[in-house]
Structures are given as C-alpha cells and as structure tokens.
C-alpha cells in the first residue's frame, strides 16, 4: 500500500460501527505508516471520523512517527473490551520496556494523539492489571496529547512514561482504576512515570481534570529507585475532584504545581509521600496559587522527603483533617525534611490543626500565613436513629438534631448496631436497634444533616451495601483535643515563625491554641517573632514539652 502523509480510516478498513472489531486494520495502517516514517523520516497522521470503533482482546502496538486525531469528544470513540482474552490487558496503544524494549534509544517520536474519546468500561481482567490503560506508551520523545477524554479504564487512564519535551493539555479522566481497590499501584487518572531520560525531563500537564478515579487524580512517580529524581515537570491550571488523592509528587525533584484546584479527594488533595514503586517521595517542588478544599482527610499531606519543599499563596480550606500535615510514612525517607517553607497562604476551617508536624522538620520557614477557624470537628459525640432519621445515597438526615455546623467534619459515622439509650434496646419509632454495622465519612454538616463522602472514588453513594433504611440507629465519635492553628508533635529544629496569623475570630470559637507543642515534641532553637496569637479558645500557647533556646518575641496575644 501506499503511505499518505494523511490516512482517512475508512479508507483503510476501520468500520467505527460499534460492532466490528477495528484492532487489526488499525494495526495494519500502524505498522505501514511506520514503516513509512522509518524510510523517509516524515510523520504521518490516522485521521478517524466519526464513529465508535471497537478495540478488542488485543492492544495496538504504536509505531514511530504515526500520529492519531479524531474529529472530537463525543464524536470519535474508541471502545476498549477483552471478552475473548480476560487475562489480557486492553489499551488502545502500547509500547512499554517490559514488552517492546522501550527506551531512550528505542522510543516513540513526533506523535500526536488528539480530539478522540477512550471508553474502558467493557475491559474486566480475571486479575487487577496495571497495564489495562488507556494509553500505555513509554519513551516517548515529542509528543502532544491534547483534548482527549478517557473514562472506566481497569486501571490508569492515562499511563503514560517518560515523557520527554512533551505536552499533556485539555485530558479529562474519569472513573478510572475501575479493578484498583485503592492501594495498588496505577488506577489512576493521569499517572506518569519519570526518571528514564535522565535528571531532567521537559513536561507540561496542563488544562487537565480528573475525576472520580480510583487512587490518584494526577501523579508523577519515579521508576527506579536508583535513577535521579527529574526536573523540569510542571503541572498547571489543572483541577482534580473525587480521587483518593488529588495530586502526587512521588520522586520528582522541583515540580511546579501552579493555578490547580484539588476538591474533594478522599485522602488529601496535594500528597507527597513513599506511596510509589520506589518508596521515593518528592522533593524541591513549589506549589503556588492553588485551592485546595474540602478533601475528606488532610488539604496537604507531605513526608518522606528530604526536602526542600515550598508552599505559597494556597487557600487551604474546609478539610476534614488538618490543612498541612507532615508525616512519614514506613518504608521511605524517615530523615528530617529540611526547608520546608509554608508562606502567605490562608488556611483555615480545616477539622483539627491547621498545621501539624507529626515527623522531624529542620530549619522550617512558616511567616506570613493566615491561620484560622481550624478546629471545626468540636462537635460532642452523638446518637440516634428512629423518627426522624432518614438516609439518602450521600447523606444522613436526623430531624431532632441540632448539631454544630461543621461540628462533625471528618468524623466516621458509624450505621446500625445499638442506637441511643442502652445497646441493643428498641428506638423510639420501635424499630431493631441493632445490625450489621457500616461506617462513611462526613465531609461536612448542618444543624440536622451529615454530607456523607462516596464510599470510593466515583461512587454515587456512602452506602457499600445499600442505603440504610428509615430510623437507622447512627452514632458518631467525641470530638479529639485540643485542635491547635500549628501543632508540633515531633522534632522541630531551628524554625523561623514570622508575621503569621493565628487565630479563631469565629462563633463559637474552636481553634483552641495557637500554638501547641506536644508531650512527645522538641522545639529546638529558631526563632518565633510578630506573630497575632491572640483570639483563640484557650491560651495562645501550650507547652506540654518547653522549647529549647531560640527567641520567641513581639508576640501578640
């Protein structure tokens, strides 16, 4: 055959009537068109019209040069099944290491993969499979991945590696990781492994949404323990909701996050940590101008760093943890992170600790911040169940509450087993007060209804065995103490604590201190000067373990 720069599909056997399987004449233009750019070094282009085009059993093996665009979301569909080889992973392209030799001598150059739709949704493994993707393309030099919409993937809908003077634009992933239960590796929405071309890889994600996916929204995550964390990634304007975590650094050295919203994850919305198959977390990044609110555990969630790592002008808001936490996690960097700089950011109406370090910190910089009305889960534990008790599929209703609003953000609601008054005794409607019990998490409450998050990912419901019905007895757990703006619980050395505020200007106050330093912390040297303490429930400050030298001066309150 002759090889167009420009191959119509339908010219070429592609049916995109939802019915014929399109693998093996996209597979013969592939390997022509290759073959092609092989002889004469000029890329060529699969232009796909309209239609839905079935891919089945079988991945296409993506060659050099060979670029596929569609006429647009909604309009150009791939649908990705495996009914006559379940143990046999799906994505539309592949070429991987593992498979195909992949590397920075054996790459993929010059495509582009664009205007087009991706559906998963009939790909279902025997066995959980990280390479049941959307895209699994390693190596790849040149590249643009633009306006591409990937949805119900078993595992990672964009997974793509190593990406070098590449740009990832305009990609909205959903519901993908369908076969990831949550903590396996991929199931991500947009996952991309770094770390293959060196110390430096040129990548820009950006104009990205993910949603709903089954472990991470957007992460990068280095791939050999022994190779150099990469430079020169950035992350922009991207927005990422309903993940377990909205955005991962898992290697990486100096990403820039910038102008991105993480809302409503199920473990934080920003997340560096060992979580990766290196057990190697990020470090020297900067996360700036970003929103990040009403994740259903902690806003920011950093250890096993060495650092440094920066934090500026972020709102950090309504999360059902703390707001900034560090910690380290097993099996990764157990090292005191040093440089850690917290600035100008607002962080406030979080449900404990606007700030808390749960792992070693040498040399922070925290100045500038606006650290407010943390504390908000101050709501006494409750019980009930009978009239007046109602479940919906994200929400749990009691008509004779009066709750604290906000009161119980981040608490586990605990569904069935003994009601209010004496376990195992009638409600007051009458009816069982015991049961089989299960529990969700309240992302936030009214005076007499609990907001409930989805009991995974892009789930529609809280429930995993169903909506509990009418008078289901509930209970929820007291509410921990104290809930401090920044709480030290491990050992800090030589902090620099400048021109923040730290106070609790709402009704009824619930940040309690300012400042807390914990029986188990050490608070060693630095410096902690013209900060506004005053305004909060109790003293500014409490010392359950004395600092040690340093200066703490011109404090307010």
């Avoid at 404990?352 to 943390?374: M, Q, S």
Wanted: glycine share 16%.
């Amino acid at each position: 055959m002759t090889a167009p720069l420009t191959a119509d599909a339908h010219e070429y056997g592609l049916a995109g009537d939802g019915v014929a399987d399109d693998r093996p004449a996209l597979q013969k233009l592939v390997d022509a068109l290759g073959d092609a750019v092989a002889a004469d070094g000029r890329p060529r282009t699969v232009r796909v019209p309209a239609g839905r085009y079935v891919i089945r059993d079988r991945p296409v093996l993506w060659r050099s040069g060979v670029s596929l665009t569609g006429a647009g979301r909604g309009a150009t569909c791939f649908e990705l099944s495996n009914p006559g080889a379940p143990a046999q992973p799906v994505p539309l392209a592949w070429f991987t290491t593992a498979q195909h030799g992949a590397g920075p001598g054996h790459h993929i150059a010059d495509v582009t993969f664009a205007h087009f739709e991706i559906d998963g949704l009939r790909v279902e493994n025997e066995e959980y499979d990280v390479l049941a993707k959307g895209l699994g393309l390693q190596y790849v030099l040149r590249g643009r991945f633009t306006d591409l919409y990937i949805h119900d993937t078993a595992a990672t809908g964009f997974g793509c590696d190593f990406l070098q003077d590449t740009v990832v634009e305009g990609v909205l992933a959903e519901r993908c990781g369908r076969q990831d239960p949550g903590e396996k590796m991929g199931g991500a929405g947009i996952g991309i492994g770094v770390g293959g071309w060196g110390p430096v890889e040129r990548l820009a994600v950006t104009g990205c949404t993910a949603r709903g996916n089954g472990t991470n929204g957007i992460f990068l995550e280095l791939q050999q323990d022994d190779w150099v964390p990469p430079r020169g990634i950035r992350v922009t304007a991207c927005h990422t909701e309903d993940n377990r975590y909205g955005i991962s650094d898992w290697g990486a050295d100096g990403l820039l996050v910038t102008g991105c919203t993480m809302l409503g994850n199920h473990v934080a919305g920003f997340d560096v940590s060992a979580q990766g198959t290196t057990n190697v977390g990020g470090r020297g990044g900067i996360v700036t101008g970003c929103v990040i609110d009403a994740n259903a555990g902690d806003g920011i969630a950093l250890g096993n760093t060495p650092g440094p790592y920066g934090f500026h002008g972020n709102r950090v808001s309504n999360n059902g943890r703390y707001g900034y936490w560090e910690h380290n996690l097993s099996g990764g960097d157990q090292e005191p992170a040093t440089d850690i700089v917290l600035e100008s950011n607002d962080i406030h109406d979080n449900a404990l600790d606007g700030i808390r370090f749960d792992a070693p910190l040498h040399e922070p910089a925290i100045f500038g911040n606006r650290v407010r009305g943390n504390g908000r889960r101050a709501a006494p534990p409750a019980r009930g169940g009978g009239e007046g008790v109602r479940c919906g599929p994200l929400s749990l209703t009691d008509e004779r509450a009066d709750w604290l609003p906000g009161g119980h953000r981040g608490k586990e609601l605990t569904v069935g087993g003994p009601a209010a008054g004496t376990p195992g005794e009638a409600t007051a409607d009458g009816s069982a007060a015991t049961g089989s019990e299960v529990t969700a998490v309240v992302v936030d409450n009214t005076a007499t209804e609990l907001t409930l998050a989805p009991v995974r990912p892009g789930a529609d419901t809280a429930w995993p065995g169903g909506t509990p019905g009418p008078g289901a007895a509930y209970r929820l757990p007291d509410c921990p103490a104290p809930r401090a703006g920044l709480t030290a619980a491990a050992a800090v050395t030589h902090p620099y604590v400048h021109g923040n505020r730290v106070r609790d200007d709402g009704h009824p106050r619930t940040q309690v201190h300012a400042v807390w330093i914990a029986p188990e912390a050490t608070w060693t040297g630095g410096r902690v000067s013209g900060n506004d303490f005053g305004g909060n429930a109790s003293a500014s400050t409490r010392f359950d373990s004395a600092p040690s030298g340093g200066r703490w001066r011109d404090n307010a309150g």
